[in-house]
């Protein structure tokens, strides 16, 4: 661990140390204060009803949740440990916040812990309780609250440490306060007014102050940074506090600045994690409906922006809604209306940016007006969405070249073919955090079916040597030398050395369409890999040739996976022919060069790890790889292609 300390010293610049001094020593003030603030019981002012959200009689009553797994039943949720990993079945000590450390042991999971405590299945306790005016479901909610509060005092233990998750508590706690119409039920409800101002409000104060007091700065300001100024300004637009005014103006400042900061000009999300694109845009939707509906609109430029956004997520999704999963997912959701493990928040995302700039495109790969927009919207938002004209139009490639991401499709009767490209930077700032060392990896979807998969994440702070596999250069679609990623890891999510990517050719016509590109990240031992990929519409078939250039006469160990997704089945033609197949979609083929001798790997943990997929966080399944191995000493070409039959 304190490698990874010194490896995060490396990744600061020095007004970035100064800062951390800076907040090293606020600690000690705060430790040795006692950490204690004036929280006196406040019946504080609200804008009332600002979504306008009514819950309408249809609403599935929920009752459990499903995390990373695991049911859990709101009813239990009362009386729980608000410190344990419900995986490991261990507890964070209940530390001063700065004092506790996450890695310090590898079994026990801070994400586990977190992701209960973000408390985001309130808002289906309280939409229960709208529907059936049943006090039980009341009375629960204002347990958990109060259990809360008591094992969770002010700056002590793990749900204190991270700023992200003080700031998701506030966005529930904003929409439960809007689905309980909580203004109504205190002048009704005795019991309850008691609670929400001798309690509520002032842990609702508590998470403003520390949010506003502790940002994510320098290289912290990715999407920790985003929700930091999110929550802040949703509670400060809902809650009257003395310094409301202050935090709304200093939030809504920050938002305008982080959503050109964290995103190109084409919209797309510069932390390279596709599966948080769908978090990060959520804070900004939420954010931009509550500015709209109290008066603090933000900038024309922030409104184009959040539309290049959306243009990207079109673009990012096949014709059921899968993404590639380049860089880090962890399931993570801004808000929580919708329980149905099969609900794609990409494609909801998509039905309320149709709402929001009248677009044609994003209906027709959207959800239809469902139950998040239902409560986001209301009946306003599903008139306009029902009003514009559905399309049906082919989509071709789209090639964002400035941010290297290729995205090959061809829509037809018959189906779609959609291949993605990676030749994206690492990731965001200094550490790059959530990047995967993935440059020049692929990911190919036919009929709507993961064919070619990126195999995901499954672990942060847990299991490293799990954790350095699903990070690593051998874990996607591209080739390692000599056993090497092509960026160099310095913990979790950090990296301290980066690759630079090139894009040296490219080509979109009616018949084909080319990419060629290198990345730097094995100069360091006299090697660059250059990847080239044809895309022959006629034939629906993929030609890849990888060149790797040796500048001195020396062995090179080069290893190429090629990753499948679970659901398929492989089959080896001949020495260096395979048949992928699956029911429900056309058959492929893959061919190898003949230079190589390609084996099917699958669930290996030794001597190396190898064949595994994680299809969400804190899971595991073993995938067959077609993995190809070799040795060359000089410069050598290596050729593929698949064939969509």
Known sequence: MGNWYVNRLKTMSIPEIYFRIQQLLKGIVEEKSGHKFDFLPEETGSKRDILGIRIEPSYKLQHSVNLFGVDFDFDKLSDIDWHRDFFSGESFQPLFYRKVSILKNPKLSAKAVWEINRLQFLTGICANFKITKNKTDLNLFIQIIKSWSEQNPFLTGVNWYSNIEINLRLITWFLSWEILDAESLMAEDIKFKDFTINVWLPLIKKHCIYSFENPSKYSSANNHLVSEYAGLFIASSKWEFTDSAKWKRYAQKGLEKEIILQHSEA???????????????????????????????????????????????????????????????????????????????????????????????????????????????????????????????????????????????????????????????????????????????????????????????????????????????????????????????????????????????????????????????????????????????????????????????????????????????????????????????????????????????????????????????????????????????????????????
């Open 267 to 645: 919209g797309v999300n510069r932390e390279e994690a596709a599966e948080y694109i769908q978090f990060i845009t959520d804070f900004f939707l939420l954010s931009f409906i509550v500015g709209e509906k109290t008066g603090n609109s933000f900038s024309e430029q922030f409104k184009q922006r959040l539309y290049k956004i959306f243009c990207y997520i079109y673009d990012l999704l096949d014709c059921n809604g899968n993404f590639p999963k380049y860089g880090d997912e962890d399931d993570g959701k801004c808000f929580v209306f919708d329980y149905d493990e099969k609900f794609n928040n990409f494609r909801s995302l998509l039905t309320s940016g149709a709402i929001l700039f009248n677009s044609p495109e994003f209906k027709s790969k959207s959800n239809g007006f469902d139950l998040k927009n239902q409560f986001l919207f209301n009946i306003e938002g599903e008139t306009i969405f029902e009003a514009i004209e559905e399309t049906k139009k082919e989509k071709g490639s789209r090639f964002y070249t400035q941010d290297g991401h290729f995205f090959f499709r061809k829509q037809d009767e018959k189906g779609e073919i959609f291949l993605h490209f990676d030749a994206a930077p690492l990731g965001y700032l200094s550490i790059a955090a959530h990047g995967h060392s993935d440059a020049l990896s692929f990911i190919l979807n036919v009929d709507g079916q993961p064919i070619f998969v990126d195999p995901g994440t499954y672990t942060y702070h847990t299991d490293p040597e799990w954790r350095n596999y699903f990070i690593g250069t051998l874990a996607h679609n591209t080739i390692r030398i000599n056993g090497l990623n092509q960026a160099l890891s310095g913990g979790p999510t950090l990296w301290i050395t980066k690759y630079k990517t090139s894009i040296l050719d490219q080509k979109l016509s009616n018949d084909s369409d080319y990419i060629k590109a290198t990345h730097d990240g094995y100069l360091r031992i006299g090697t660059r890999h250059i990847r080239e990929i044809t895309f022959d519409k006629a034939g629906n078939e993929f030609h890849i040739v990888d060149t790797i250039i040796v500048e001195k006469a020396t062995k090179v160990q080069i290893e190429i996976p090629f990753h499948m997704h679970p659901s398929v089945k492989v089959s080896q033609i001949s020495e260096n022919k395979f048949l992928i197949s699956h029911d429900k979609i056309r058959n492929t083929e893959f061919v190898v060069d003949g230079k190589l001798r390609p084996a099917i790997i699958s669930g290996e943990t030794t001597p190396q790890i190898l064949g595994w997929f994680s299809g969400s966080f804190l899971k595991k399944e073993a995938t067959n790889v077609i993995y190809c191995k070799t040795q060359i000493e000089h410069t050598e070409t290596f050729k593929f292609i698949i064939k969509i039959k």
